[in-house]
């Protein structure tokens, strides 16, 4: 596909950068002549230098053929601007990042005025990750599929879990609960379990079912499921807004730790149900005075990830149960992952991972579409969700046993109606049904290229 991103930023570069490996044609344009001088020495891209809101600019980087123009800049208005010009100038799909949230009661509007296919918006998406986790509080991370009804989470093994050191086929013999355990982070190693696997002490394991079956087996492992009731924020951002809006609707209490005076009016007066503290949220006496580390949760959510970390750290030290924290610098995940923080959000590579379910979706509108795509483990293994068509006849109504699939492939689950399956051998795939489906290392973008 011929793909034009505007806006080289960390969200624009994150997105050329994965869906440069999946060999579509990528055209960047930036007025930053550094940001291009970047990509273009990291990755397979044509670069084009200029405003992207101009006609000519759009015009020399090919729009009039392009099959989509993705507009991620700083600015909502340019990006909204520039996904009109390139729709009249015949480029066949638009997709905008809006973050204003003004302009998020206008979403249908715009999408019917301007012609957006899709309009995204990454502090939203990363304030509804972040409320996901902090309803599986022994989670890392929650990923829904199948419109909610099957979530995929991460949880790192403990000594006092009960499946510590046992095989997963002689786990799975009292049957606890009807999950799957889909893949597994050993150090440097990352797999995709079998009924041998044994997983060990410190071990990051992903698993699928519906939350209730989740719950119970973190429950049947040992773990207590205790409800976050109270959480404190660092930063007043728009994630933070949104974050608040969320989790109102559980009647989470909330606390919001802003030095900028006239931040915290504003979340005053968009966020009447929250606290908002005025004051610096790294001083120590502040922390003490407001009893910030007091609480279920802490989420910090500033614009600058060195004082993210270093607050999340010392949250997790004073003994806070469960510690989220944003990061969009990609040379600090592996101090990151280091520390053993509980849970981090990067906002681009939630943008990066939706914008690349809808090109695989739209590169394949005859066959299986990717309704979800969640990248884990930096990328090496993907969890898809696709639904079956008629198209997939060569995997439908056959027995998972007599199928032969590729090598690193494993089907998690399926949802039928109302009806959710964890498959086992005799399990067949109707058509309609929604299959999850984790693969290492491979690009799909049909049900069908699981088989060999």
Known sequence: MKIIIVGNGKVGYAIARQLAVEYHDITIVDDDAAALHRADSTLDVMCVEGNG??????????????????????LDETNLVC??????????????RVRNPEYRRDAGMLKREIGLDMLINPDLGAAQEIARILSFPAAFSVEPFAGGRIDMIGFRVTEEDS??????????????????????????????????????SGDKLYMVGTKAELQKMLRGI???????????ILGGSRITMYLTWELARSNTKVRIVEMKHDKCLRLSAELPGAMIIEGDGTDADLIESENIFETDAFVALTDRDEENLLMALTAQR??????????????????????????????????SNQ??????????????????????????VEALEFTATASSRSVLDKPLKDLTLKKGVLLAAIARE?????????????????VVVVTKSQVFDD?????L
């Open 53 to 74: 809101a101009s006609i000519s600019v759009l015009d020399a980087a090919g729009v009039r053929g392009a099959d989509l123009v993705i507009a991620v800049t700083n």
């Open 83 to 96: 996904c009109l010009i390139a729709k009249k100038l015949g480029a066949q799909h638009t997709i905008a």
């Open 163 to 200: 499946l510590a050191g046992v095989s997963l086929n002689d786990f799975h013999r009292n049957r606890l609960a009807e999950v799957l355990i889909c893949a597994a982070h050993r150090g440097d190693d990352i797999i995709i379990p079998d009924g041998s696997f044994v997983p060990r």
């Open 222 to 232: 040992g773990r207590t499921l205790q409800k976050v009731k109270n959480v404190s």
């Open 318 to 351: 004073a003994g806070v149960p469960k510690v989220l924290t944003k990061m969009t610098r990609p040379n600090y995940m592996d101090l990151v992952q280091e520390t053993k923080l509980g849970s981090i959000i990067s906002p681009k590579d939630l943008t």
């Open 355 to 380: 914008i690349t379910r809808y090109v695989r979706a739209l590169a394949n509108s005859q066959g299986s579409t990717v309704e979800s795509l969640y990248k884990m483990l930096d990328g090496s």
């Open 418 to 434: 109302n009806k959710i399956i964890i498959p086992g051998g005799l399990t067949t795939i109707q058509e309609g049904d929604h």
């Open 447 to 451: 049900l069908t290229d699981i088989l």
